[in-house]
């Protein structure tokens, strides 16, 4: 392992690096640096939290001068993203007094031009970007370094057309450093398109399995929000986030563990900025807090000390199940990440357990009470985000015994072994037919939870 002096960085850097406690590099900054200051395009393979943003921040700050213009874009994902990398570089380049704005959208224009005018570097959203430029209150014909961070993510949520716009507006002859969580056939040819020979790095985002228990529970659909009640209170736990596949579902979760006394808030695409900022600095405030989140708000965000992560709805692929529990058990930490399987999940469910490097209990079932969930109804749903608004006054207990169904339905044959392997043991309780028989003909009230 290499220290940062011997990254050639320069005093003014090394001395910033200093005050922050940084001891080494991490291997994508000991991998990353010395390239990207020899001005070599990169793709970097690197998960949230393993220090890419002075990974490619670095090279930045030493190649660019104050009050030339706007030398480097970064393009992020999410504005939380876009502020966070702001924020980081503001810091990092303090002693060589670059100017950094962050640009993005939910926020004033006429605030972001101004800081335009004078920005060295500029981090920002695609379309908050593309805005500008229509505007034409960036000039991005002084870029010199190019980054697109979180690559993956911007094209998951569909910004490969503004990326190729904003690239188009930006010099040919300049440095392009990419970096993903993933390498899939979409990046490269992105790689192809908009870099020169690039070097590949590659950093090893596995699990560590002595940091990270893996566990799952099935339970009835009625009774999914009692077993995270049940769990949140026995679990010795910090700072907790609990995954949603939907708004709406977030929503309902955050504001019914707020009922539970818990202090909980939610986080996703319809906040406002100026709420998504209270809600994260909350979390970073606290010792002990819960983040109801979706995957889009969530991901790219650098949040430290998460002792558990709960997905309450399971993600669609083993990747996005990877992104979620890689959220916890950082930095040499133990983590514990619990999924909650009940019928709407099992197809889901089935596709995780494909990758054959996780390693998921099943866990019997405890005892716990039910509770009784305020949902919201589809009259009062649309335009509002999390608040004590919108949600309907009736309230539907969740009724039924938890383990005299585990023992009826799903007990026969099977083992906690059997049940971490594909579910072998009993093939007709998650054959998936039932949850299309119990779906019919129900509201949307019978129908969740």
């Given at each position: 392992m290499k220290s940062f002096e011997e990254l050639g960085l320069s005093n003014d850097l090394l001395k910033v690096i200093k005050e922050?406690?940084?001891?080494?590099?991490?291997?994508?900054?000991?991998?990353?640096?010395?390239l990207a200051m020899s001005g070599k395009d990169i793709?970097?393979?690197?998960?949230t939290g393993s220090g890419k943003t002075l990974a490619f921040g670095a090279p930045i700050i030493e190649n660019i001068k104050t009050g030339w213009g706007l030398q480097s874009l970064i393009l992020t994902p999410t504005r939380e993203l876009a502020e966070q990398v702001a924020n980081a570089l503001i810091v990092f380049s303090k002693y060589h007094k670059l100017k950094v704005a962050a640009v993005y959208g939910?926020?004033?224009?006429?605030?972001?031009?101004?800081?335009?005018?004078?920005?060295?570097i500029v981090v920002g959203t695609p379309g908050r970007i593309l805005d500008h430029i229509k505007r034409r209150t960036i000039n991005l014909s002084k870029v010199k370094i190019l980054v697109l961070d979180e690559a993956d993510r911007m094209l998951d949520m569909g910004f490969v057309h503004d990326v190729s716009t904003i690239v188009s507006y930006c010099p040919q002859e300049r440095q392009t450093?990419?970096?993903?969580?993933?390498?899939?056939?979409?990046?490269?040819?992105?790689?192809?398109?908009?870099?020169?020979?690039?070097?590949?790095?590659?950093?090893?985002?596995?699990?560590?399995?002595?940091?990270?228990?893996?566990?799952?529970?099935?339970?009835?659909?009625?009774?999914k929000f009692s077993l995270l009640v049940h769990l949140l209170k026995e679990e010795k736990s910090k700072l907790v986030m609990i995954f949603c596949n939907t708004k709406r579902n977030t929503d309902m979760i955050a504001r019914n563990l707020v009922k539970q006394n818990f202090d909980a808030l939610a986080l996703h695409g319809d906040l406002n900025q100026a709420k998504r900022t209270r809600v994260l600095e909350n979390f970073h405030k606290s010792e002990k807090f819960i983040l109801v989140c979706t995957d889009v708000a969530a991901r790219g965000l650098d949040i430290k000390g998460v002792s558990h992560v709960y997905n309450y709805e399971c993600p669609k692929t083993s990747t996005e199940y990877t992104h979620r529990i890689g959220r916890t058990a950082r930095a040499g930490k133990d983590g514990i990440a619990i999924t909650i399987v009940s019928d709407r999940d099992y197809e889901n469910f089935r596709k995780v357990l494909q990758?054959?490097?996780?390693?998921?209990?099943?866990?019997?079932?405890?005892?716990?009470?039910?509770?009784?969930?305020?949902?919201?109804?589809?009259?009062?749903?649309?335009?509002?985000?999390?608040?004590?608004r919108?949600?309907?006054?009736?309230?539907?207990?969740?009724?039924?015994?938890?383990?005299?169904?585990?023992?009826?339905?799903?007990?026969?044959?099977?083992?906690?072994?059997?049940?971490?392997s594909r579910y072998g043991g009993n093939?007709?309780?998650?054959?998936?037919?039932?949850?299309?028989?119990?779906?019919?003909?129900?509201?949307?009230h019978k129908r969740r939870y």
């Open positions: 922050m406690n940084f001891d080494e590099p991490s291997e994508i900054q000991e991998k990353v640096i010395p793709i970097g393979e690197s998960a939910g926020v004033s224009m006429s605030n972001q031009i101004s800081e335009l005018r004078r920005a060295d450093l990419l970096f993903s969580a993933t390498i899939s056939e979409d990046i490269i040819k992105i790689s192809k398109k908009y870099m020169k020979n690039p070097k590949e790095v590659s950093v090893d985002n596995r699990i560590d399995p002595s940091k990270l228990a893996q566990v799952f529970y099935d339970v009835p659909s009625t009774q990758d054959d490097t996780l390693n998921i209990k099943k866990m019997d079932l405890p005892d716990f009470p039910s509770i009784l969930v305020e949902m919201r109804s589809r009259s009062n749903e649309r335009g509002q985000g999390y608040g004590h919108g949600f309907s006054n009736q309230r539907r207990p969740f009724r039924g015994n938890s383990h005299s169904r585990e023992g009826r339905n799903y007990g026969r044959g099977e083992s906690s072994e059997e049940g971490s093939r007709r309780r998650f054959s998936g037919r039932g949850s299309q028989r119990s779906g019919q003909g129900q509201s949307f």
